[in-house]
T-cell receptor
Framework: QKEVEQDPGPLSVPEGAIVSLNCTYS??????FMWYRQYSRKGPELLMY????GNKEDGRFTAQVDKSSKYISLFIRDSQPSDSATYLC???????????FGTGTRLQVFP | NAGVTQTPKFQVLKTGQSMTLQCAQD?????MYWYRQDPGMGLRLIYY???????DKGEVPNGYNVSRLNKREFSLRLESAAPSQTSVYFC?????????????FGDGTRLSIL
């Protein structure tokens, strides 16, 4: 079993839809949670970062962490065609030199 | 604003050939990383350098060597390329450590081993 599980998609939605992207994990020691966005033929770029549990909002993006369920989510409101990309979750634990990435979910937003 | 620069962008090698992938960052970051990205496998850490003068193995180090040339540059070497090393290689950097510092990635080197 992988430490981090992420549905590969693709997820195809119309412009303006609310998108929900999710990851589950097995290591209860994870405390740092990140979402990266990766456009085709580009490197990943950090989108959201959350420490421990709770929500964090940045414009159209909201990151949620539910440590009791070992489940993290990224919500995109009013999705745009420019949001079409692969979204990678990543997480790490205190006092460790490891950042574990999910395999990524490919999102397509059509006009 | 260059960020993390990787060269070359594309390369085709024959089995057994050697090559070095170059990476440079201009953000004065202490930590640098090499990942490979394969379909269905996500990003896997090959080697990292927590600071200038130090390097450590990641999840998949076999078949690779690294050199932290100075604070800016971190190179990845394939001594005898194998088809299993066909992948997209990403270099990344962060201010310090993994946990609470965002990693900044280059745009990758697409490497094919025939």
């Amino acid at each position: 079993q992988k430490e981090v599980e992420q549905d590969p998609g693709p997820l195809s939605v119309p412009e303006g839809a609310i998108v929900s992207l999710n990851c589950t994990y097995s290591n209860s020691a994870f405390q740092y949670f990140m979402w990266y966005r990766q456009y085709s033929r580009k490197g990943p770029e950090l989108l959201m970062y959350t420490y421990s549990s709770g929500n964090k909002e940045d414009g159209r993006f909201t990151a949620q962490v539910d440590k009791s369920s070992k489940y993290i989510s990224l919500f995109i409101r009013d999705s745009q065609p420019s949001d079409s990309a692969t979204y990678l979750c990543a997480m790490s634990a205190q006092n460790t030199d490891k950042l574990i990435f999910g395999t990524g979910t490919r999102l397509q937003v059509f006009p | 604003n260059a960020g993390v620069t990787q060269t070359p962008k594309f390369q085709v090698l024959k089995t057994g050939q050697s090559m070095t992938l170059q990476c440079a960052q201009d953000m004065n970051h202490n930590s640098m990383y090499w990942y490979r990205q394969d379909p269905g496998m996500g990003l896997r850490l090959i080697y990292y350098s927590a600071s200038e003068g130090t390097t450590d193995k990641g999840e998949v180090p076999n078949g690779y060597n690294v050199s932290r040339l100075n604070k800016r540059e971190f190179s990845l070497r394939l001594e005898s390329a194998a088809p299993s090393q066909t992948s997209v290689y990403f270099c990344a950097s962060s201010e310090e450590g993994f946990r609470d510092q965002p990693q900044h990635f280059g745009d990758g080197t697409r490497l094919s081993i025939l």
